[in-house]
């Protein structure tokens, strides 16, 4: 069977880009037969940029609270903390020797800040710690220590995928096949979801819808997305909507052939948020209600992140022991 895997980091509450673009497509990757899953809790991800405990604690429940209460089920997958398993942070520090510090230049991430820096005349390295400079080197370790065929992710993660397949070749080629060589899923429609502002929807652009918000705010974040000027009478394009594209995340087929219809016949963009409000607030209303339920009971998430993470464990410890081996420790 493949093993299918993929993480989300607690930065922020999950918003639609991270459910349209992981945790959908993953959850239905998960029901089909022959595949393994494994999902998880990147928390020491998360470090790069959270530095409150309170608040990474509350983040990072939040994250297992989202899984659980969209379906995920901890008996069929296995489901962990990242920090719940030293194995992937002993094979950061092993994988780290076989990556040249060139190829952590380019990485999109950390260019991005050098480029913005370099733009405000700062130093280029100006808000960069460690962690940041390293993270596609952690990411690496998540993917290779379970043998991952498939990772499902957004676009923006594309590049680590990448990168892992560079740093487990590097090592392949000296000690012989040892690392899959991972593939990366993306949605093809959804790679990247737009926020309110029509850039990518991120928690660093502060343009994110959360994914349980409450249904007051939900209608006035939806009214928040920006349209085109075009009258209500006017036909409108679906497929260069983003209304629609959240509409069809979250309507039934009939529905959305009936709002297509609607779409090339000139439907007012107030009706169309207000269709879209109702459709996904429907879908929302009981897992955000688990939701909740799940974060007043934080033992909970605990018991079954602790046993998701001895599940992963009984994968990981024997196969970095067989690592530790091929680089010439004894063990
Ligand atoms: P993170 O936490 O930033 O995002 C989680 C997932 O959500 C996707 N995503 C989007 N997809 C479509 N449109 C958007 N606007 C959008 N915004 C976010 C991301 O592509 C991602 O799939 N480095 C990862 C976490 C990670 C990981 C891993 C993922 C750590 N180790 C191993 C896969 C495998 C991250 O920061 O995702």
Not at 132 to 141: D, S, T, V
Request: charged content about 25%.
């Amino acid at each position: 069977s493949k093993t299918i895997l993929t993480g989300i980091k607690p930065t922020g509450l999950i918003h639609l880009g991270n459910y349209i673009g992981a945790i959908k497509p993953a959850l239905e990757l998960a029901k089909i037969e022959g595949y393994k899953a494994a999902y998880f809790v990147a928390d020491y991800h998360g470090l790069t940029k959270i530095h409150n405990a309170e608040e990474f604690r509350h983040l990072s429940y939040g994250i297992a609270a989202t899984w659980l209460a969209l379906g995920l089920d901890p008996e069929k997958l296995t489901f962990y903390r990242q920090s719940d398993v030293p194995e992937i942070f002993e094979l950061n520090w092993i994988l780290s020797c076989f990556t040249s510090k060139g190829l952590m230049n380019r990485a999109h991430a950390y260019k991005a800040i050098v480029d913005s820096n370099k733009k405000l005349e700062k130093d280029i390295d100006f808000g960069v710690n460690m962690g940041l400079f390293n993270y596609p080197i952690l990411m690496a370790a998540d993917i290779l220590m379970f043998k991952t065929e498939v990772v499902p992710v957004g676009k923006d993660q594309v590049q680590h995928v990448e990168i892992t397949r560079d740093i487990a070749e590097s090592f392949n080629n000296i000690y012989g096949e040892t690392f899959l060589l991972p593939e990366y899923k993306i949605q093809a429609e959804t790679a990247v979801l737009p926020g309110l502002d029509g850039r990518k929807m991120s928690k660093s652009y502060h343009n994110t819808i959360p994914l349980f918000e409450e249904p007051k705010k939900l209608q006035k974040l939806i009214n928040k997305i920006i349209t085109d000027s075009l009258p209500p009478e006017a036909p409108k394009d679906p497929d260069t909507s983003p209304i629609f594209m959240l509409y069809k995340e979250f309507a039934s087929n009939t529905e959305v052939e009936k709002m297509k219809e609607q779409y090339l016949q000139g439907i007012g963009w107030g009706d169309a948020k207000k269709e879209l409000f109702n459709v996904m607030n429907s879908f929302i209303e009981e897992p955000r209600e688990k939701y909740h339920e799940l974060m007043s009971s934080p033992d909970k998430i605990d018991t079954i992140l602790r046993e998701g993470a001895e599940k992963a464990r009984a994968i990981s410890s024997p196969f970095l022991k067989e690592i530790k081996r091929k680089i010439g420790f004894n063990v």
